[in-house]
């Protein structure tokens, strides 16, 4: 526990009694939470739970329902974002809020620009930019759009926007969902500074392991309500888990279908020249579902990349941010064109020069950025699941199959256990592991053979995680193949057959079996190539 606290026991916030409902959905009943001077509270609970509805309502991005806000024991009304920042209160959005098509400085300053003359003081926008930008370990020109930087590094302008204010509660929903280790251990030395100068911080976040490290107290959120705090010692992950799901769930979820032996028609890629090697004679013999040579990404030019997939195999893809494992997918899926390279999709070459393209050659993609990229966030979950397969399915070629949508909507439903009141329920209501299935379902109603997954569990609690890796697995089994990116690294070591590792643009190696290690992927990972 911090000094402040001990120098101040009267909480900085309260909430008292607070309830939310959405249409055939109660978000929050009669929730109560304190916050005091200089504490970092964690907040915790499967998704659903309730804790993005209430810390919107902290924020005055949501209006409650009924309760009671206090700050320095008085009652608040925060009917606004506006209201909040008066307060000291700031929300770092577990969606990216940023607009892209402005410079990182002017997303920092954006409502608060500071003038001169009566102008827009753009110098000094630049200057305290860089200031609050270096605070979280970022390294870009202000003047940079924001729509050129990837996930991670917009999450990070996110943190610095938050920082540039003078908060005294600076609430943090999932901040390292897109962070690559050595950037959130930059975010978490900014926290304990932050605690350090008495601004107090309720970090939201699925790693457990995070929570441990950095929480003061952690408060425990189960179907809407509380349910039960940890202190001290008392917190652990056992302890956390028990309360957040009411059941033992393993740490790391561990594919029950591994050797631990190169798959069939796998061939060993030499270290550091991302080069698919001849493999063995069962290789040769077996057709990849997805075969990549030298592909050139755009991104990264001077390196082409090579491998393959085979059906039933999942392969995982690890790599710092920056790495360029994204872009690759968006090349594969048609959404970026390759400036060179060949793609075989079941041993016929393909031309991938759209969306389109990719999907009518058996491919789906999971995007990493599932609100903007990967669903109709204000459509029904009916509507967003069949959204891909309207035209293959259609009556006649033009007229919407009512009676497929409906099956494949319940199969979805029930095939991924979507939480939702109805299948005409809002996307945008569901929590985000929830979203998170139905674009899975949107690509299982197309019965693909090839599905790509760009980080699949992002921003999603541990019990979703499980039922993720579970259908995996499955779908592995059942003959579909599965190239898929991840930051976690227990992630990509508990569920890849075998292991490709990106840095800068080009595949520095590839790992099988029990070669999968911490240590062998962040070598190749930050460019060390030999062992």
Not at 72 to 79: E, G
Not at 112 to 126: A, H, M, N, S, Y
Not at 273 to 288: K, L
């Amino acid at each position: 526990m911090s000094v402040t606290q001990g120098k101040n026991p009267r909480p900085l916030l309260e909430v008292r009694s607070l309830g939310k409902r959405f249409p055939g959905v109660r978000a929050l009943h009669n929730i109560n939470l304190t916050l005091m001077p200089g504490e970092v509270l964690a907040l915790v609970g499967e998704n659903g739970a309730g804790k993005s509805t209430l810390m919107k309502i902290l924020a005055g991005v949501q209006p409650p329902d009924e309760g009671q806000i206090l700050i320095d024991q008085t009652p608040v009304a925060i009917d606004s974002v506006a209201d909040a920042m008066r307060l000291g209160i700031t929300l770092i959005h577990q969606e990216l809020n940023l607009a892209d098509n402005l410079s990182v400085g002017a997303n920092i300053f954006l409502g608060r620009e500071p003038t001169r003359f009566g102008l827009i003081d753009r110098e000094k926008i630049v200057h305290e930019s860089r200031r609050h930008l270096a605070s979280v370990g970022l390294k870009v020109d202000p003047l940079t759009l924001v729509r050129e930087l990837t996930i991670g590094r917009q999450q990070m302008v996110e943190i610095a926007k938050a920082l540039s204010i003078d908060a005294r509660v600076l609430i943090m929903d999932e901040p390292t969902s897109s962070l690559s280790q050595r950037e959130a251990e930059a975010l978490f030395e900014v926290v304990h500074g932050l605690r350090e100068h008495g601004v107090s911080v309720i970090y939201i976040s699925h790693r457990l392991a995070e929570v441990e490290t950095l929480a003061d107290r952690v408060a425990v959120m189960r179907d809407g309500e509380n349910a039960g705090e940890l202190v001290g010692d008392q917190i652990n992950h056992d302890a956390m888990v028990s309360r957040m799901v009411g059941r033992d769930v393993s740490r790391f979820y561990e594919r029950t279908i591994r050797t631990g032996q190169t798959p069939q028609g796998t061939g060993q890629t030499p270290q550091g020249t991302g080069q698919v090697a001849e493999g063995t004679e069962q290789a040769t013999e077996a057709t990849p579902a997805l075969e990549v040579i030298d592909l050139v990404v755009p991104d990264h030019p001077k390196h082409k990349v090579s491998f393959e997939v085979m059906p039933g195999e999942i392969v995982g893809v690890a790599g710092l941010v920056g790495a360029g494992r994204t872009e690759m997918l968006r090349c594969l899926f048609g959404v970026t064109q390759p400036l060179g390279g060949t793609v075989r999709i079941n041993g016929r070459r393909v031309q991938l020069r759209s969306p389109k393209d990719a999907i009518a050659s058996g491919m789906g993609l999971v995007p990493e950025d599932r609100k903007e990229q990967g669903l109709v966030i204000d459509f029904s979950v009916r509507t967003n699941v069949s959204l891909a397969s309207l035209s293959d399915k259609a009556r006649g070629g033009c007229w919407i199959n009512f009676a497929a949508e409906s099956d494949d909507t319940t199969d979805s439903i029930d095939r991924l256990r979507i939480k939702t009141p109805t299948a005409d329920q809002v996307v945008r209501y569901l929590s985000g592991g929830n979203q998170q299935k139905v674009v899975l379902g949107k690509w299982l109603a197309m019965n693909p053979k090839i599905l790509l997954l760009d980080e699949p569990t992002r921003g999603i609690d541990i019990g979703a995680k499980e039922e993720i890796y579970r259908l995996m697995e499955t779908l592995a089994a059942q003959g579909l193949a599965i190239l898929f990116v991840s930051s976690e690294m227990e992630e990509v070591i508990a569920m890849s057959d075998r292991t490709l590792v990106m840095h800068e643009g080009e595949i520095t190696g590839q790992l099988v079996g029990d070669e999968i290690g911490e240590e062998q992927i962040m070598n190749l990972a930050t460019g060390v190539t030999s062992r």
